[in-house]
């Protein structure tokens, strides 16, 4: 079966990391471009982060850069995000998708996206 999901969310304190996984099964993930996506509540969907098909190039929401990474390996057909120094603000669902292109742009259009994973950060 195809499967695209999302893990590695949960609780942590202001000031603490998290590292999300985007895995893929059934088809593999070297000619898609892959985009973090979240939503916080009230909010409408929010592009975090983007990584190429290739991982040559990335692009991140002002809000997150210096402090999260995108990475991607594809022999795992696995796209990570690393988050440091979270705070309230970066309360969220964080959704994972991907698209058949080797560019990254905030106004693609995605192919596929994962269930999401909760990420709360709350003293």
């Known amino acids: 079966q195809l499967q695209f999901v999302e893990s590695g969310g949960g609780l942590v304190q202001p000031g603490g990391s998290l590292r999300l996984s985007c895995a893929a099964s059934?088809?593999?993930?070297?000619?898609?471009?892959i985009g973090w996506f979240r939503q916080a509540p009230g909010k409408e969907r929010e592009g975090v982060s983007c990584i190429t098909s290739s991982g040559g190039s990335t692009i991140y929401a002002d809000s997150v850069k210096g402090r999260f990474t995108i990475s991607r390996d594809n022999a795992k057909n696995t796209v990570y995000l690393q988050m440091n120094s979270l705070n309230v603000e970066d309360t969220a669902i964080y959704s994972c998708?991907?698209?058949?292109?080797?560019?990254?742009?905030?106004?693609?259009?995605?192919?596929?996206w994962g269930q999401g994973t909760q990420v709360t950060v709350s003293s």
């Open positions: 059934g088809f593999s993930l070297d000619s898609y471009a």
């Open positions: 998708a991907a698209v058949f292109v080797n560019i990254c742009a905030w106004d693609m259009w995605y192919d596929y």
